[in-house]
């Protein structure tokens, strides 16, 4: 079953892809043409035969090749403006996006480092953004920045850790890659292709969105 899960996401994607991969259970997908470039979907055990589905989707706005002093700084304007949505209510849910709270906590580890709801309420103001999500209901959804460095990722066991790692990332950018998280149940249903379209639109006008306020990031930085 979990294997067939995997292949239906395949099939019902396909036609939005140059090219699939299967890789130690996971797959991932080159895209055609989106406001994404790659996208990663692996499963995570919460049960016996249950698991949750992770789509990671990648924009990558600047390689390690072409980062500069310039580009530093825009990872670092950018890095303040990560979030994550928030799922109120049991009957009516209400969905907004928020800065996400270790900010606060990596603040204190940065001189002049300050937290931004910038990109939060630009999504919580996009009525398309914010139907794509309610049509996705009750998911985990993060917006990161790439903040680990390979160096480091094997020595990460615990916040401590990721927020000293996140802190020698900021000070010296390998690169400028988004990365944003949707997790949600899957099982097979006669609703189950029409989800799995949900979840590459939201993730496809969500990467818009970024795209958008990332480019007015580097040329207001340009300008300075």
Known sequence: MMGSV?????????DRFEEWKSVKGMLYGRTKAASFDELFVYMKPIGIFEYKYIFSAMINLVPTNLMNE???????????????????GIFRKQYSFIPRKDLNDL????????PSDL???????DEN????????GAVEF???????SELYAPFIANKEAM????????????DVVWVLSLTTLLSHSP?????????????????????EISSEITENIEKE
């Open 163 to 174: 927020l000293q790692a996140e802190k020698a990332f900021y000070e010296n950018p390998e």
């Open 119 to 125: 990109l939060a309420q630009n999504l919580n103001r």
């Open 191 to 211: 609703g189950l292709k029409k989800k799995i379209r949900n979840i590459y639109n939201a993730l496809e006008t969500i990467s818009a969105k970024i795209r």
């Open 6 to 14: 995997m292949d239906f996401i395949k099939k019902t994607l396909e």
């Open 107 to 114: 603040a204190k580890l940065i001189e002049g480092f300050q």
């Open 142 to 148: 993060n917006i990161r920045l790439k903040s680990v």
């Open 70 to 88: 310039k580009y530093a700084e825009v990872y670092r304007r950018l890095k303040s403006f990560e979030c994550d949505l928030n799922v109120k």
């Open 129 to 136: 953004v914010m139907e794509c999500i309610r049509r996705l």
